[in-house]
């Protein structure tokens, strides 16, 4: 399947929308009508909890935000709808982005907890506001305009409505597949792995919440204008729910999957209110909820992944071309060989009682390979965890390129020009080698929101996909950049995170335990590739506790005990301590 | 405000207080113990109240009927997982804890209240009937999932709190029910009046909260809970069931949850749906205290409560705006206050 | 006679890895069996896998017994204990509460107050700690503790992973030696370390783990004596 076939796919699914109305009776496209609404609320959700990762349980509050904006100005203030649409629009931002700056740095389930307050307390608030008609709501709501057309029927609105439908979900695919996309995929891998490629999870968190709000609005407008009546009732904390069900339902990571799932939650609302009574004569209305959660409930016991990822696996693969040469992205600024480099003077960080690391200090120095080794517990985690700024040190200073980064947050400190591995690997497994690779080009390039959404940034894509594609071969992982990185063997997904690293063009390179787990052949692979990057004069920087694979490769070894530095020299000097052996082989003899 | 009012507003506040402090001790106990945060136990307290008014009035309450149905799908479910992991000689055990004791319990229950037992009993068996729910449920719905993240476990209760909400209006019908009070007795303290009602809600919450405590501290099983609140893996090594604490946890809170429906159907009325906003209370009530800690849910749910009434006594229209919007700056507190590692979130 | 514990042909998939690979050892009543290895080279997957916490292929005899499909709890109750390399105690629990808690599995009661004193005559710093906290003790004091409350449970075989971890040399000295009375107790031993010398010195016999296979085995005195082992991980000499 090539990009073509998609686009045709497309092209078809378009034309089958726009002959929707000339072919299907009014109450089939009224229907269709609340699904393309409920669709918009559903693909902002996708984004925003199945790309993201936050759960929100709210986005019904921020539908209501914009209905009744909109209502307030075109029912009871006489403007035309499209007042409506901008007050809406600028009121759900608004209150979007204070509540992202407000909860947005909460961890796990208290962010998720926190759109349930917030979801609540704005529902309470439709029901009780004097001026916005109380629980009787709003009537009489204009119908959308153009000049003097107006959208009154539902066949007429219908194409307003798919229309932005469509256009959301190409500018949709358009951001996913930039680099601000890149790294709202990257959100789900944690913080530290998305700060340690110099992106501010927090920005990129606040971006992709105010978008799935700004969807949310545009879908209150169309429903307030389409229904022509509201209350509180379809903005309640039950709506809520429903809305996420839709997202889950379709697939929680795919933005089609908003539009499925809305269709389907609809379609199977409108049996299940059909049928019920059949089964149960009078007692429709409860066993409709009852029987939807249950739904809900099974359908998240058994297949939590949802429609459209189960039904991308049995369709055939997109073919993608190999990325061709392109300009170059800018490059740092690399220091000179033999300059000092990183200066660690006095560190000391404490947890409680316990002192993890206790008035360590050393340089690295331009060119060099520098290996940090101790034995398990040494410290040497807790070292490396302030280097990269994901701890603060209690004390000491830690001097990079002649600027102190002891204060500095993770992103910064990547910025600068710090690139990391992880130990335990942090890689995007649904992610091709390439896209992972090109998330370490993310400070290095600079596309905004609207030029990424309006996929005006293909010049630049193409200099970050050849730099990555260039990394790849640099690491010899170069010959399938397309294949799945989860799908690698540990040994290739370490190269792969030191490829992902060098494409960030890093003046140091520091990597946590890369050995860790490999076999005999890959310890020898990954060896002479760090060999073959100092060559590059590359800086490097080792925390390792596997002393054989240090020994032959790098130029200067510091040991840590028990937190504190035992010696430093180089690896003769040390393999011959007695301190270190001590140490590390436990002299119990 | 005069002063006068203030006490009597404080008072008011602290009675419901307690009451959401009973359901936020549970809240607490079953996270800690199952990760699950179980929204539903507001509707658990909710049909306590509904099951006694229908005791009460001399009909059999529609708690039977949910019970039986749950108790059928609990064993199904059940058996067919013993099945699957080929250990059919469990299945005798299966039935007889997820059939035949419900059922058991159902049926004592129709049959005493044929005699038209005096309240005490009634009492006793409105709680009897309330507490299976609870533990059926968790067989049904959060045990298939019980290794996934918080998130999914919170999504999962939350919907299945709306489908109690259904199963109540289902069982009870649109009614509110005001049970008779337990006392009409009341004093007067510094001039200002005090019923009874609330002083028996306040001494229930400090006795169940007492018991409580005395079972965590001074009973193994209770320090198996504890055990496997405090560390899940540890607590497995020492041969202590994930599962079989967990239904212990469902049973308690429902009991904490029970009480609290009973204290509460004399002061307010009660509707199959007013589970949600004492449950959400209960929980912000938990989430002061870190949903970790039971004194700090205790004193989080009183703080509500008082809250709660000096806002209603302000604009009662939007007391639950004011209560839910306080929700947000006490999470970012709890985040701030409270180190944990990043947890990946699930492909 | 068969051995008391065996695991035959056991591959455990971790993480999407295959962290151990086909990995037979056995272990017979009373004796001390050691598993070295570098780090990640699967040792405490392989004891995840024994006492049930990771699923694995293969099978797992214990006592007769085929225990491969059974619950962790299961295992626990037929006296198969782990103390974890992360010791898992109950931190905000005491040290009494702890090791009250290792007896959980027991169905006779009678026999844990005394248990409960032997551990302390075992380790005397436990009872001078009995009131506090887990979380409040040092390093050297959990490791007893985690030893302690597993010995709660009357093992008759003991996984230990890694219990030299982090400790001063000083402790590492008095663990060992406490594992190896535990041999005269008649508990078997399962000995995971990396501390190559001090778990080969103490164990009768010893299993070598690289990248999740097995690449050599043979008595500990034999081992502790072998040139290529001297160089990966006994250094010195």
Redesign the interface.
């Known amino acids: 399947m090539t990009r073509l076939h998609v686009q045709l796919a497309a092209m078809v699914a378009m034309l089958c929308l726009a002959a929707a109305p000339f072919l299907l009776p009014p109450f089939t496209i009224t229907l269709m009508n609340y699904i393309g609404v409920y669709s918009l609320v559903a693909i902002g959700l996708a984004l925003l909890t199945g790309v993201g990762g936050i759960v929100s349980f709210g986005q019904a509050a921020f539908v209501g935000i914009a209905a009744y904006a909109t209502a307030w100005v075109s029912a009871l203030n006489g403007q035309s709808p499209w007042v409506g649409l901008l007050l809406a629009l600028t009121l759900t931002c608004s209150i979007a982005t204070l509540l992202g700056l407000a909860t947005l740095r909460l961890q796990g389930h208290f962010l998720s907890l926190s759109t349930v307050a917030w979801g609540l307390a704005i529902g309470f608030l439709f029901g009780n506001v004097e001026g916005l008609g109380r629980f009787n709501g709003i009537a009489s709501i204009p119908p959308i305009s153009f000049g003097s057309y107006a959208l009154v029927s539902s066949a007429q609105v219908y194409f307003l409505i798919w229309g932005i439908v469509a256009a959301v979900l190409w500018i949709g695919y358009n951001l996913l597949d930039s680099r601000l996309g890149r790294a709202m995929r990257a959100l789900r891998g944690g913080n530290t792995l998305v700060e340690s490629l110099g992106i501010s999870a927090f920005r990129i968190k606040l971006l992709i919440f105010v978008i799935a709000a700004f969807l949310a609005a545009l879908s209150g407008w169309l429903y307030a204008h389409m229904s022509r009546f509201i209350s509180p009732g379809p903005f309640d904390a039950g709506m809520g729910i429903e809305y996420l069900m839709m997202s889950m339902v379709g697939g929680a990571g795919s933005l089609l999957g908003g539009v499925v799932g809305a269709a389907i939650v609809t379609l199977l609302k409108n049996s299940v209110q059909d049928y019920l009574p059949l089964i149960a004569k009078g007692a429709s209305g409860q066993l409709e909820i009852v029987a939807f959660s249950a739904l809900f409930i099974l359908f998240l016991q058994w297949a939590r992944q949802g429609i459209v990822p189960f039904v991308g696996r049995y369709l055939p693969k997109l073919r993608r071309d190999r990325p061709q040469p392109a300009p170059a992205l800018p490059r740092r600024a690399q220091p000179a060989p033999g300059e000092l480099l990183l200066k660690v003077d006095g560190a000391e960080r404490r947890f409680g009682g316990l002192v993890a690391v206790n008035n360590v200090s050393f340089d690295v120095r331009s060119g060099e390979i520098l290996a940090v080794i101790g034995p398990n517990g040494a410290g040497k985690s807790t070292m490396f965890n302030c280097l990269t700024g994901a701890l603060r040190v209690n004390k000491g200073d830690i001097v990079f390129a002649g600027r102190s980064i002891t204060r500095e947050a993770q992103s910064r400190i990547a910025k600068a020009g710090i690139a990391r591995t992880f130990q335990h690997v942090k890689l995007r497994p649904r992610m091709s080698l390439l896209e992972n690779v090109m998330l370490g080009t993310y400070a290095r390039t600079r596309t905004g929101l609207l030029a990424s959404a309006l996929r005006l940034n293909r010049r630049e894509e193409a200099s970050a996909q050849f730099e990555a594609l260039r990394q790849l071969e640099r690491v010899g992982l170069g010959d399938k950049p397309f294949d799945i990185a989860g799908n690698l063997p540990l040994g290739n997904q370490r190269i792969l995170e030191i490829a992902r690293a060098l494409a960030a063009d890093p003046a140091l390179l520091v990597l946590d335990e890369p050995a860790a787990g490999l076999r005999r052949q890959e310890k020898l692979r990954l060896a002479e590739l760090l060999r073959s990057l100092r060559n590059d004069h590359l800086t490097i920087l080792i925390v390792e506790h596997d002393m054989e694979f240090v020994m032959s490769l790098v130029d200067r070894i510091v040991v840590l005990d028990f937190g504190s530095k035992l010696c430093e020299g180089d690896p003769a000097a040390i393999r011959n301590d007695e301190r270190v052996q001590e140490a590390y082989l436990g002299g119990v003899a | 405000m005069t002063s006068d009012i203030a006490a009597i507003l404080a008072i008011d506040g602290i009675a419901t207080g307690a009451v959401y402090a009973l359901v936020a001790i549970g809240t607490v106990l079953i996270f800690t113990v199952t990760r699950v945060i179980f929204i539903p136990f507001g509707d658990i307290a909710a049909f306590t109240a509904l099951t006694l008014a229908a005791l009460d009035a001399k009909r059999f309450p529609g708690t039977g009927t949910l019970v039986l149905v749950l108790a059928c799908l609990a064993t199904l479910v059940e058996i067919i997982s013993l099945l699957r992991t080929n250990e059919p000689r469990l299945v005798p055990r299966a039935l007889l804890l997820y059939l035949a004791l419900p059922c058991a319990i159902v049926g004592a229950a129709w049959i005493v209240t044929r005699m038209d037992p005096p309240l005490a009993v009634r009492l006793v068996l409105a709680l009897m009937l309330i507490t299976p729910i609870a533990p059926l449920l968790d067989r049904i719905v959060f045990r298939p999932i019980a290794d996934g993240t918080v998130l999914l476990l919170l999504t999962v209760s939350v919907a299945l709190h709306f489908a109690l909400v259904g199963l109540g209006l289902l069982f009870f019908g649109p009614e509110g029910v005001r049970t008779e009070p337990l006392t009409s007795l009341s004093t007067e303290i510094a001039g200002i009046l005090i019923s009874g009602q609330t002083m028996l809600i306040v001494i229930a919450a400090l006795v169940f909260s007492g018991l409580l405590y005395l079972f965590f501290d001074f009973t193994l099983v209770g320090k198996s809970l504890r055990a496997t609140a405090v560390n899940r893996t540890g607590s497995r090594l020492m041969g202590i069931r994930p599962a079989r604490a967990g239904t212990i946890a469902y049973l308690l809170g429902s009991l904490m949850a029970g009480v609290s429906g009973i204290l509460i159907a004399p002061v307010n009325t009660v509707f199959y749906d007013s589970g949600f906003l004492i449950g959400l209370k209960a929980f912000v009530g938990a989430i002061v205290g870190g949903l970790t800690s039971y004194p700090g849910a205790a004193i989080g749910a009183v703080g509500v409560g008082i809250l709660e009434s000096f806002a209603s006594f302000e604009s009662s229209a939007l007391k639950d705006v004011i209560v839910f919007s306080l929700l947000i700056p006490i999470l970012i507190w709890r985040s701030l206050s409270s180190l944990h590692s990043e947890e990946e979130i699930e492909e | 006679m068969s051995p008391m514990f065996a695991m035959t042909d056991v591959t455990v998939c971790y993480d999407?890895?295959e962290?151990v690979r086909n990995v037979s050892l056995s272990v017979e009543e009373g004796q001390i069996v050691t598993v070295i290895g570098?780090?990640?080279?699967g040792k405490t997957t392989l004891l995840m896998a024994a006492?049930g916490?990771l699923a694995s292929r293969g099978r797992i005899s214990f006592q007769g017994s085929e225990i491969g499909?059974m619950?962790?709890?299961n295992r626990?109750?037929r006296r198969l204990?782990?103390v974890?390399e992360k010791?898992?105690?109950?931190?905000?629990?005491t040290v009494a509460?702890n090791l009250?808690?290792?007896s959980?599995?027991l169905r006779d009661r009678s026999g844990v107050r005394q248990a409960l004193d032997e551990v302390y005559d075992r380790f005397p710093r436990l009872r001078e700690r009995q009131r506090q906290t887990a979380g409040t003790l040092s390093g050297g004091e959990r490791q007893m503790l985690a030893l302690g409350?597993a010995l709660m449970?009357k093992p008759k075989l003991l996984m230990l992973d890694?219990p030299?971890?982090?400790l001063?040399?000083l402790i590492?000295?008095e663990i060992?030696r406490t594992i190896a009375s535990l041999r005269d107790l008649g508990v078997s031993i399962l000995l995971v370390e990396?501390?190559a010398?001090?778990a080969l010195?103490t164990a009768d016999y010893g299993y070598v783990l690289?990248?999740g296979e097995i690449v050599q085995s043979g008595p500990a005195k034999d081992l502790i004596h072998d040139p290529r082992l001297i160089t990966?991980y006994?250094?010195?000499h």
């Open positions: 999407h890895v962290a570098p780090n990640g080279a006492i916490l499909r619950s962790v709890e626990v109750e204990c782990l974890p010791r898992e105690l109950f931190s905000d629990m509460d009250l808690l290792g959980y599995s409350r449970a890694e030299s971890l982090g001063a040399p590492v000295r060992f990396q501390n010398r001090a010195e690289e990248t990966a006994l250094g010195g």
